[in-house]
C-alpha cells in the first residue's frame, strides 16, 4: 500500500495504491484509488496503466480496455454517465479509428474516429431513419443518403402515417451536404505538435443554428428493401469476454424484415 509523503497526516485522503511494484514502481496487476474520487483496477508496466484495465471516473463514467502509459489506447469500451457507450479503438486517450457510439436516444453512429472526432465516411441509424454520408470535423460534408424505412415508423404517430399514405415502401434519397470552404482543413501544428490557431479561418457550423451548413437533393427519391435495426455494424463485443454482438445499451427497440419493429423489446 502507498504511504502518505512524509510530514502528511495519514487521515488525509490521498491516492492509495494496493498490490505490486518491481524495480520500485508499480508493475503486474493492481488497484489504484485516486483521492479525487476516481479508481483503476488492472495492469500496470514500468508504473504506469499498461494493458487490460477497469476504469472508473469521478463523474461515473467507466472505461474498459486497453491503455498504454496510463491513457486508453487500443480496443476499449467507455460508458458515459448520461447512458451512451462508445466501443472502438482508442490512441492517446482520445476515440482513434473504427468504432461505434449508441447515444442517449439509443441511436447509434458508426464510422472511423480521428483524434476524438467523426471524420470520412459514416453511418448514423435511427430506429426510423438512417444517414450515410462523409464527415469533416465531425460534421457532415460530401454526398449523402437518407433512407426512411415506412414499416420502422409505425411508432411514429402522424409523420409516419402520412409517410406511408404518400409515399408506401421504404424511400431512399440521395443529397449532399456543404460547409463552408476551408472550415474543416486540418490544423497547422507547432514544433511541439500542438494545433496554430489561424484567425482568419472560417468557423464550422455549431450546434444549435449550424449556421453555414447546406445541404440539397442531388436525385429523386427511389424506393429500396427495408433495412434491419440495429445494424450489423451496431453490434458490439464486450472488453472482457462478455457476449459478443450485442447492443451496449439498454431498451433499444429492435425491427426485423421479417418480424418487424418490436418498440418493447430491450436489446
Avoid at 490512441?91 to 479509428?97: Q, S
Avoid at 448514423?124 to 444517414?131: K, T
Avoid at 460534421?139 to 443518403?145: D, E, F, N
Wanted: hydrophobic fraction near 35%.
Amino acid at each position: 500500500m502507498q504511504e502518505p509523503p512524509e510530514g502528511q497526516d495519514p487521515q488525509t485522503t490521498v491516492d492509495t495504491y494496493f498490490d505490486g511494484y518491481a524495480d520500485d514502481v508499480k508493475s503486474g496487476p493492481g488497484i489504484y484509488l485516486f483521492a479525487m474520487g476516481a479508481a483503476y483496477v488492472g495492469a500496470y508496466a514500468g508504473g504506469k496503466r499498461e494493458g487490460l484495465g477497469y476504469m472508473v471516473l469521478p463523474d461515473g463514467g467507466l472505461y474498459e480496455g486497453h491503455f498504454k502509459a496510463d491513457k486508453f489506447e487500443g480496443q476499449g469500451q467507455y460508458s458515459y454517465p448520461d447512458g451512451s457507450v462508445y466501443t472502438g479503438s482508442w490512441a492517446g486517450g482520445l476515440k482513434h479509428g473504427p468504432g461505434v457510439y449508441w447515444d442517449t436516444v439509443k441511436d447509434c453512429l458508426h464510422g472511423d474516429w480521428v483524434k476524438g472526432i467523426v471524420k470520412g465516411d459514416a453511418m448514423y441509424d435511427q430506429a426510423v431513419v438512417r444517414f450515410a454520408g462523409a464527415f469533416v470535423a465531425g460534421m457532415p460534408s460530401g454526398p449523402c443518403a437518407y433512407t426512411l424505412v415506412a414499416h420502422r415508423t409505425l411508432c411514429g404517430g402522424k409523420f409516419a402515417a402520412a409517410h406511408i399514405n404518400d409515399c408506401g415502401p421504404t424511400l431512399r434519397i440521395d443529397g449532399e451536404f456543404a460547409i463552408p470552404a476551408g472550415s474543416g482543413a486540418d490544423a497547422a501544428l507547432d514544433e511541439d505538435g500542438a494545433p496554430i490557431e489561424d484567425p482568419d479561418k472560417p468557423p464550422l457550423p455549431a450546434f444549435p443554428k449550424y449556421e453555414g451548413l447546406g445541404f440539397k437533393s442531388t436525385v429523386l427519391p427511389i424506393t429500396m428493401s427495408d433495412v434491419a435495426f440495429p445494424p450489423c455494424e451496431g453490434l458490439v463485443d464486450g472488453i472482457f469476454n462478455s457476449e459478443a454482438g450485442v447492443v451496449p445499451v439498454p431498451g433499444a427497440a429492435l425491427f426485423s424484415v421479417t418480424a418487424g419493429l418490436m418498440p418493447g423489446t430491450v436489446a
